[in-house]
């Protein structure tokens, strides 16, 4: 017990170590602020912008410019543009969490079993991470979805299984150096097994680098949703950003000018990915000592 | 050159290739439905094409001997027939390489060039507006779904100044009065499509240019160099990018993959008649047997570049020899 709440304390101090140093860092702050302003968004905004892919507005409402009444204008089925974003950020953002949730949980655990394995085992797992870091991604994802079809969850499941090999390397090279360290050393001659070992003492030091690794594919998470979405692999029950822009471009949105169908759901992307990216540099150098000395 | 690494690189590339021949097999059998009921699907069938497709993919075989069928087929160039050209499907993907090929390979070079420039001079100038200025452009291209710059880049030079032609590769229907006007008229059609690719590619060079070029003019060298009293541009040409453009060449084959992906949108958005509008036509209509062609070639293709630029590193790069392993 008393090593426990230790060990809470010492966990507290670094978290909020690690929060002061986010504060202080410009590209992480700024992240981090359109972040938690789009997830505002996603939670509260469909409460007070009601919206349904389903209904309809009148012909003479269809793609009207931005004016009173519909802010952003409307699309070609005369729906609102601001009530279409609010609801797609839901997805968008859904997809986005869950997809790199997958990714993270396989590349961490292929990356440490691997690593501390080695021979045979590790030369198995890095030929498939290998063919998954090689191999074009946007082709095998159409390909993936194709076959198993149109539907949010095979969408999730295919950016997850496709995008976890670059996590797997980094978490498999940082193993290998904390695998060599006397404390895994000690604890295997006290008889803990690898399974613990892999859990309890290599896990929670490769943790850092998963999570920068984790908010980088977040940001490739998102923009993947989006083009297979656009590529007309999305769920067309369901309303997100990648959806709109591909509605907007199947009507030839683009060729008669009717921005404001294509111009707003593609700046909310660009935002997230954006704040995704400056987070995923600013963090990788608050937990990467060894970049700062530059 | 060490003989025994490159013979390990060989055999990875070929157990990656390998894998994908597996997978790309097993993954168009678990289609619901076989060859032939998607066929019936797509159109008209003759008892006759049926006991052709029967004995071409060797249906009535076991699968494990199908197998071996599809890899025979396959070392024959023989990709099956698609389903909405009716035509073999490694003519029809042989008909659109030209024009994918001539349009990642200018915008690939126009993106080498200029994002190695923005590097450097971001990373010379480090921390100055310069620096800012190019390091917020690369990330916010980065940032950008590429088929998404590409509908804007049509919005605002075609649909609002008018500069360039929406899609296409020629303007349909146009007699030329000579190979110049035809070449003039691919050309206004390529400028945007091409800007585009090289504008998102740019991005990303940049951003890694500069970060290798910070480390290298970190080095002692560098110093010393500068301590000797040659001057910044020397330096900067003779002994700090040769050491910076190394990682550059292993990034270029990484992002061959992000580039097919690249093209398949980018060739969407502009209707570019090239291997990239031909998948997003296949996986539009279904077309299995095109799909799995220009899956295939594509993965290969890549496979075969990234093996390439690991030979190409080793011979330019004295340390990897003496390193072992």
């Known amino acids: 017990m008393g090593g426990n709440s230790v060990k809470a304390k010492l966990r507290k101090r670094k978290i909020k170590a690690f929060v002061s140093q986010v504060l202080a860092n410009k590209m992480a702050l700024f992240g981090t602020v359109v972040l938690l302003f789009f997830i505002l968004v996603a939670i509260f905004g469909p409460l007070l912008v009601p919206f349904s892919v389903l209904e309809f507005g009148e012909v003479e409402d269809m793609l009207n410019p931005p004016g009173p009444g519909h802010i952003l204008g409307t699309d070609d089925m005369g729906r609102d543009v601001l009530g ?144 297979l979405s656009f590529l007309g692999l999305g769920d067309p029950a369901h309303a997100s950003w990648g959806m709109m822009l591909h509605y907007a471009f199947e009507t030839g949105a683009t060729s008669t000018g009717a921005w404001w169908y294509f111009l707003p759901p593609g700046l909310c992307v660009v935002a997230v990915v954006l704040a995704f990216t400056l987070m995923g540099y600013a963090f990788d150098e608050i937990l990467n000592p060894k970049l700062k000395e530059r | 050159m060490n003989k025994k690494r490159i013979a390990k690189k060989l055999l990875y590339a070929a157990i990656t290739i390998f894998f994908v021949l597996v997978f790309n097999y097993f993954l168009f059998r678990i289609l619901p439905g076989d060859i032939l009921s998607m066929l019936s699907r797509s159109g008209k069938t003759t008892p006759e094409m049926v006991a052709n ?10 699968w494990y001997q199908q197998f071996f069928v599809y890899l025979e087929n396959l070392f024959t160039g023989d990709l099956g027939t ?74 605002i030079f075609c649909v609002n100044l008018r500069l360039f032609p929406i899609n296409g590769m020629v303007t349909p229907g146009r007699v030329f009065a000579d190979t110049w006007a035809y070449i003039n008229d691919v050309v206004r059609h390529m400028i945007l499509p091409m800007a585009c690719m090289a504008l998102v590619m740019i991005g990303e060079y940049a951003i890694t240019m500069r970060s290798t070029m910070i480390d290298v003019l970190s080095e002692d060298y560098i110093t010393t160099a500068k301590a000797k009293g040659f001057s910044n541009g020397y330096v900067l040409r003779r002994h700090a990018m040769p050491n910076a453009m190394l990682p550059m060449i292993t990034l270029i084959a ?58 190409l590193y080793e011979v330019v790069d004295p340390r990897v020899k003496s390193m072992g392993g």
């Open chain 2, 254 to 311: 990484i992002n061959l993959g992000l580039i097919v992906g690249g093209a398949i949108q980018i060739e969407t958005v502009f209707s570019w008649p090239g291997l990239g509008n031909l998948m997003y036509g296949a996986l539009v209509n279904r077309d299995y047997p095109l799909l799995q062609g220009v899956f295939l070639l594509t993965t290969v293709t890549v496979i075969l570049a990234n093996f390439l630029s690991d030979i």
């Open chain 1, 84 to 227: 279409y974003l609010i609801a797609g950020s839901r997805i968008s953002l859904l997809v986005g969490a869950l997809a790199t949730g997958i990714s993270m949980v396989i590349g961490t655990v292929i990356g440490i079993v691997s690593g501390y394995s080695g021979k045979a085992v590790d030369n198995v797992l890095m030929r498939i991470t290998d063919f998954f870091l090689v191999i074009p991604w946007l082709p095998l994802m159409m390909v993936l979805a194709a076959i198993l079809g149109t539907s949010i969850w095979n969408i999730i499941v295919v950016i997850g299984v496709t995008s976890w090999a670059g996590t797997a390397r980094v978490v498999r090279s940082q193993t290998l150096s904390v695998r060599e360290n006397q404390f895994v050393e000690r604890t295997v001659s006290i008889g803990a097994g690898s399974g613990h070992i892999m859990l309890h003492h290599i896990l929670p030091n490769v943790f850092p680098l998963v999570f920068a690794n984790t908010i980088l594919i977040a940001a490739a998470a998102i923009t993947s949703e989006t083009t």
């Open chain 2, 82 to 155: 698609s389903f909405i050209y009716k035509k073999p499907v490694a003519e029809v993907i042989g008909s659109r390489i030209l024009p994918t090929v001539i349009l990642l390979g200018v915008a690939e070079v126009l993106a080498i060039v200029v994002g190695i420039v923005f590097g450097i001079v971001s990373a010379w100038k480090r921390g100055k507006a310069i620096d800012t200025g190019l390091l917020s452009t690369s990330l916010l291209l980065y940032s950008m779904p590429t088929f998404w710059l590409g509908m804007m880049l049509i919005l």
């Open chain 2, 53 to 62: 497709i029967r004995e071409m993919y060797g249906l009535d075989l076991p």
